[in-house]
């Protein structure tokens, strides 16, 4: 089972940049999306963007399309996520988690939030004035 742990996340000012990290281990054979969520308080859970493990391929929500960017780094295991010019509304407690692509050359934006099986323990953004 894939163990994830995120970092990175801080007190900001609207504006201002912030880079998460989830750190991925216990890979084994299967073919794995890993997927940034956020969930802000009375919200609903909302994903963010996705990243296929086997090669990198990524897609990022129209809600931070433009401000947000998502990068795989293989050879240390994590999955970043840049956030740019964030805003009040950015606030919120970010996960990271994964699922498992079937088939392996499913694309990651088909998987929904209930076939993510493995999550972070989540690290809060605030963006304040």
């Known amino acids: 089972q894939l163990r994830l742990a995120e970092s990175g996340g801080d007190l900001v000012q609207p504006g201002g940049s912030l880079r998460l990290s989830c750190a991925v281990s216990g890979f084994t054979l299967d073919s794995y999306s890993v997927g940034w969520f956020r969930q802000a308080p009375g919200k609903e859970r909302e994903v963010i963007s996705c990243?296929?493990?086997?090669?990198?391929?990524?897609s990022i929500a129209d809600s931070v399309k433009g401000r947000f960017t998502v990068a795989l780094d293989n050879a240390g295991g994590t999955v970043s996520l840049q956030m740019n010019n964030l805003k009040p509304e950015d606030t919120a407690v970010y996960y990271c988690?994964?699922?498992?692509?079937?088939?392996?050359?499913?694309?990651?934006?088909?998987?929904?939030?209930?076939?993510?099986?493995?999550w972070g323990q989540g690290t809060q953004v605030t963006v304040f004035s």
């Open positions: 990243t296929s493990l086997n090669d990198g391929g990524s």
């Open positions: 988690a994964a699922g498992k692509l079937w088939p392996p050359d499913q694309r990651c934006w088909g998987l929904v939030a209930r076939e993510y099986t493995s």
